[in-house]
Nanobody, 116 residues
C-alpha cells in the first residue's frame, strides 16, 4: 500500500494550500484518515483527522477555524485545506491512514513553507 501526497509548497502568510493524499495498492478497510506535521527540532503532531465512515473530524487547537480535512470515500483520498497560513505552520506534513488490521499507512511527507 502506498500513500501519495501532493500539494505542498511555498506560500506567503495569509495564503492557502490544499494537500491531497491518495491510497493505492488495495489497502485494508480504512478506519481513520489524518494529517500530521513535523517542524525542525519538534515532535510530529496530529493536525487533523477524519473517520472514514462517518466523517467525524478532529483538529489541533492551533489550526481550528483555519484548516479543513475532508475525504473522498470512493477514491480512498483525503484532503487538507489550509487557509490563513502562518509561519508557524511551516513543517513537513504527513498523511496517515489507520486500517482495520495491521500497521498504519504513512505518506512520504510534503514540505509546507509559509513565509512572513
Amino acid at each position: 500500500v502506498q500513500l501519495v501526497e501532493s500539494g505542498g509548497g511555498l506560500v506567503q502568510a495569509g495564503g492557502s494550500l490544499r494537500l491531497s493524499c491518495a491510497a493505492s495498492g488495495s489497502p485494508y478497510s480504512i478506519l481513520v484518515m489524518g494529517w500530521y506535521r513535523q517542524a525542525p527540532g519538534k515532535q510530529r503532531e496530529l493536525v487533523a483527522s477524519i473517520t472514514y465512515g462517518g466523517g467525524d473530524t478532529n483538529y489541533a487547537d492551533s489550526v481550528k477555524g483555519r484548516f479543513t480535512i475532508s475525504r473522498d470515500v470512493g477514491k480512498i483520498t483525503t484532503y487538507l485545506q489550509m487557509n490563513s497560513l502562518k509561519p508557524e505552520d511551516t513543517a513537513v506534513y504527513y498523511c496517515n491512514m489507520v486500517p482495520l488490521f495491521g500497521s498504519d499507512y504513512w505518506g512520504q511527507g510534503t514540505q509546507v513553507t509559509v513565509s512572513s
